[in-house]
């Protein structure tokens, strides 16, 4: 008997944790200028924030991930790493580009890559960067690109995955000027080493939320000390510099999701008029 209510309340357990990935949610994070800065117009930066695709187990199709976003106005996309970990998956990431490009962002397509993306063999590896690139995303590995905003210069940085020792900061900052400094990364953890590296804010995921959130999620102890300090999902700040924690929108390991939720966020980043020195 005591084994059946076991069985019982496992596959109750699997059965909810597998609906909660299909159950998306839609976050606006506002960003405001700092203190003091005066704002360039009333019009934010809107960023499309993508992370953890998981591609070999979401249980959002591309279609669906179009019909949560097509009603937004984009301007620019921010894809922060891990869309897969296996070479057979890598075809099923061309209709998901495609999706995101129909959206039409005004100022591009921008990646980082991810752990798992590395656990690719090399030529593999380049089947899915080349995919990346093909369609149109600008994908970052320790580089950085500058954009112009209605006058206001942004760099966005992209720094290589801090988790499997890719980050090079100073090769990331590398011929950076004076402008509105975004992050691209895939493990937050690097906001713990950026002492010396301006950012105004900082994109990333890894952490899934916990994906499995209850009552804690114990098993992200080893992924770093953000964890210890609490920091696995949402907006947060380290020494006044703001970042934030994608929930991602696939899983990994098992297709369950228990106190946690695929996630889809929508940045509205307001740019200063003038940028401080």
């Not at 591609?55 to 897969?84: C, H, R, W």
């Not at 890598?90 to 005004?106: F, T």
């Not at 000390?225 to 696995?232: E, I």
């Not at 946690?260 to 008029?273: A, D, Y």
């Amino acid at each position: 008997m005591a084994t059946l209510i076991i069985f019982l309340a496992l596959s109750y357990f699997i059965y909810i944790g597998n609906k909660n990935t299909r159950s998306v949610v839609m976050n606006q994070i506002d960003i405001k200028c700092k203190n003091g800065s005066k704002v360039k117009n009333n019009k934010p930066l809107r960023i499309l924030h993508i992370s953890d695709l998981h591609l070999e187990n979401i249980s959002i199709s591309p279609e669906q991930l179009y019909a949560q976003v097509k009603m937004q106005p984009i301007d620019l996309i921010a894809l922060t790493g891990d869309f897969l970990d296996r070479k057979r998956t890598i075809p099923k990431l061309y209709p998901y580009l495609q999706v995101l490009k129909k959206l039409n962002p005004s100022f591009g397509i921008y990646a980082v890559l991810g752990n798992h993306d590395y656990v690719l063999r090399k030529n593999d590896l380049k089947q899915l960067t080349d995919m990346l690139v093909q369609n149109d995303v600008k994908l970052l590995q320790n580089e950085n690109d500058l954009i112009d905003i209605d006058g206001v210069p942004v760099n966005i940085i992209g720094i290589d995955d801090f988790s499997t020792n890719r980050s090079d900061l100073m090769e990331s900052y590398y011929g950076v000027e004076e402008g509105y400094n975004l992050v691209l990364t895939h493990d937050p953890n690097v906001v713990l080493s950026m002492h010396n590296y301006h950012f105004d804010y900082l994109l990333s995921g890894h952490f899934h939320g916990g994906q499995i959130h209850w009552p804690k999620p114990y098993h992200l102890v080893k992924m770093g000390k953000l964890v210890k300090m609490n920091m696995v999902k949402g907006l947060h700040s380290y020494k006044e510099k703001q970042f934030y924690i994608s929930e991602g929108l696939g899983q990994t390991g098992v297709n369950i999701r228990i106190g946690s939720r695929p996630e889809i966020t929508i940045h509205n980043v307001h740019l200063p008029h003038a940028i401080a020195g």
